[in-house]
């Protein structure tokens, strides 16, 4: 008798989940990584990944109040060490209190911390704890909230508007839910904004095979690293109360914001200030995460969302389904406090802090212009300003024969353009292909994240590579 | 026009999901601690909490090692700190290591102390790495694994075998995922044991209407308390040999062991033991998690699981699934490598270690006794040994007429008891019915976990209650 459970007897929707971010490219560079410590001679020395947005793994170096607080927590007694600062010590005291008294399992000052900081970087827009859940990173509470809201058979499936390119947890977690996945197409030719046209186009083309009920949109982009003006932003807000949308607005980029001109206005902010007719009806649910911003903590998994207009009864039942799965990881938890509720002006660890967060995204910034200025010199390649987040997705020109040696492999052209990348030279890209693109055009998505040095020598190694394999298959 | 998510267009399946253990009297629970603080006049003073399994609310004290090295991971400077003993600071700096280089998310290092422990658990008997998944807390991993087993409509619905009393994660998973539960009966006049006889009825009843494919086993139990023994755990192997289920061995308290005669047997390595028959082909997967045993550290969300036989291209698909949600909390990673690789003997910190572990673990064997013991003096109460885990499941026997008043109020007669325990007494537990019973029975669910005075003082008061309503509904 064969095995109870083999790939032609499983849930056939997991089976439907694509993930580039650590596909074949990912699982090549670890390989070449073990075969260059194996002694295996190559034209380069180290494998350089541009690959995944964790920035503590590039080198950036972690806040350090955060860490201490963190420690202090694993291990209260050194709270009687001289080495701490004051105010690392009482944030730690006030959580171990907070921890201490909860058997609910999320510690309840960190929601009260998490609404006052929404207030805060609203401009003193409301912000009621009761619509605050933690989250296990942003990735938990984005497929929570899609997982409430799918239902339907057939023609009357949960349709969700998601932008392309996108990042993928978004197409997984709708092949895993069996949602339908509605493509909008962001304006490459506009610095990748978002067109209410298209966003009409999509919509009643999606009409004709489900029922269309939710709009994510991700600002700033990943993997476009667009900023969204306040302008498109109402607009996207007019959009769904017209056509009776859910928003979802992944704002985890919300102070990776580099480009002049460019600001970060949150959904709810903006929502509020179109005045009651919008506050008071459009649904929407935001996300953030320790994961990104100048923290880059991706390891502690901490995360909320902020839920406006959602029914109460519908808010019950997700208090419910969260509960079963017991509480995010407290550590992620305290991380969020500690991000929400930074020392303060007067406070011993302020200055640090703030000279820290602010070389932080600087780098970011520098490294964001140089990205885009050493890239746009290479002919073929056409990279938009990037203009936050951590990433560029600049579009390449194949040529004809390239393409054609890549389909008779069986491959997509860019991953076979990023694979030959990868054995020349050591760098870790992803190809355009898994987060979606217009047919026939190609990308990579490269991360801002490698120190400055070593961003800059892989940008030189990158042009000599298009050059390289441009005159090749030309 | 409406909201577009109402509780009449969310997910159906999300909707039948129930969760007793933080349900209603929970949150009564925490109302009246508020009341307690407002200066509400009660009979009692403070509300004691036996309704969930989290040892450090109820005052256990952390390992002091485990804390210690994850106050270094968090904060490295202080590797350079005379307070920390040698063995701690090697295991930080070799999980540091381990961190840095990895891209993947997992720390490395991890899977093999996992799997070095099994090893060593079972006697010598081999595990690969490669067979060992890191997950959330073991939670996130079973509701992992029944995902992949889920598929079908109707009659061809996979059907899933869960023990009845059960912990309710399971109820509640397959009702998210629209899996059909299927109830075997624990034998409580045998001490909760598992009857082959009864597992047989079950399934045979359920091929009527679903096509099962999986038997889910809670060694040592929750909330019944029971170890299996070697003989059971073979009987059951044998079972889903025959009969072609996947086993899901749930073993979180695999160090909760306190009874005489009792002792802990892996699945994977009863399995082993019976010959290659069996251990070359059926499919196990088993589960634990830094939250139980002597560690009891729920907060920071650390699981494993380890797969048995499970088709090559099943695993990969699995590995996908699980990277889309990215890494685990990387501190519950650390700790499961140094609940898998504690100190040894010769290092410094090992009789530290050891006496903290012995010390937990032989106050739980005490309170485990004694909440037997005292239990079995009251009458109407009817109380197995606790042979292993953190609860005590006891019968209670009451009063027609507190039935009616029950069913008159529209509560199962179970909540009605405890509710009422709650408002009289200040006690908080958790109805049988939340974990399900034989018709016609009733419990309620208490943890061995409040300190042993306290836990006393509890026992007694409890027993008064019981005295007192029963005279009251005679
Ligand atoms: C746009 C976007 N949303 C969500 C996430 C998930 O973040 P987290 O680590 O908080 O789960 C990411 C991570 O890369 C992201 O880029
Ligand atoms: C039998 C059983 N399995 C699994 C779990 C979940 O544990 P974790 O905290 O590792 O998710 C629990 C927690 O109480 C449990 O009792």
């Known amino acids: 008798m064969g095995k109870v459970l083999t790939v032609d007897t499983m849930n056939a929707n997991v089976k439907k989940v ?15 990584e073990k075969e260059l ?9 180290e494998v350089i990944k541009a690959n995944i947005g964790d920035a503590h793994a590039m080198g950036q170096q972690p806040i350090t109040f955060f860490r201490q607080v963190l420690a202090l927590c694993s291990y209260p007694e050194l709270l009687d060490d001289n080495k701490f600062p004051e105010d690392a010590k009482n944030r730690a005291r006030r959580i171990l209190k907070a921890c201490g008294g909860s058997s609910i399992g999320t510690i309840d000052c960190v929601r009260q911390d998490v609404s006052r900081y929404i207030e805060h970087r609203d401009g003193g827009i409301a912000c009621d704890p009761d619509n605050i859940y ?6 938990d509470g984005i497929v929570t909230i899609l997982k409430l809201l799918t239902t339907g058979e057939g023609r009357t499936r949960t349709g969700v508007m998601i932008s392309i390119p996108q990042y993928p947890l978004y197409s997984a977690a709708l092949a895993e839910l069996g949602a339908v996945q509605i493509n909008y197409y962001l304006n490459e030719e506009k610095c990748w904004s978002l067109d209410i046209d298209e966003l009409q186009r999509s919509l009643e083309a999606a009409r004709e095979h489900c029922r269309p009920r939710v709009l994510c949109i991700i600002n700033p982009g990943n993997p ?29 980029y919300q102070d990776n914001v580099y480009a002049e001109g ?16 919008f506050s008071s009806t459009v649904e929407l649910a935001s996300f953030h995460s320790t994961s990104k911003c100048y923290m880059g903590e991706c390891g502690f998994r901490g995360g909320y969302m902020e839920v406006i207009n959602m029914d109460p009864e519908v808010k019950a039942q997700l208090t419910k389904l969260v509960s079963v799965r017991l509480c995010p990881p407290v550590p992620g938890q305290a991380l969020m406090a500690l991000v929400t509720n930074p020392p303060q002006p007067g406070e011993p660890s302020y200055a640090q802090f ?9 780098n970011l910034a520098q490294k964001a212009k140089m990205t885009e200025e050493i890239l746009n010199t290479v002919p073929g390649i056409r990279c938009n300003p990037v203009q936050g987040a951590m990433y560029s997705f600049p579009r390449i020109t194949l040529p004809e024969r390239a393409i054609k040696d890549a389909k008779a492999k069986g491959q997509v052209p860019d991953m076979f353009y990023c694979m030959k990348l990868l054995e020349e030279t050591g760098i870790c890209l992803v ?23 070593k961003l800059q020598t892989m940008l030189r190694k990158l042009k000599e590579f298009h050059q390289q394999f441009t005159q090749q298959y030309s």
């Open 262 to 277: 460019c600001a970060f206005h949150s959904f709810k902010k903006v929502l509020f200030e179109m005045g009651p007719k």
């Open 18 to 32: 694509e993930y580039a971010v650590r596909g074949p490219i990912v699982q090549r560079a670890v390989q070449i």
């Open 354 to 362: 703030i000279a820290e967060k602010t070389a932080t995204l600087n």
């Open 134 to 139: 933690l989250t296990t990173g942003a990735s």
């Open 431 to 453: 190809p355009g292909s898994g987060f979606g693109q217009k047919e026939g055009t190609f990308h990579f998505r490269m991360t801002i994240l490698p120190p400055t040095d």
């Open 224 to 252: 476009t690293g667009q900023v969204q003006s306040r302008q498109c932003i109402e607009d996207v807000i007019r959009f769904a109360a017209k056509e009776h949308l859910f928003l979802m607005a992944d704002e985890v």
């Open 37 to 45: 410590k194996e002694g295996v001679k190559k034209p380069f020395n």
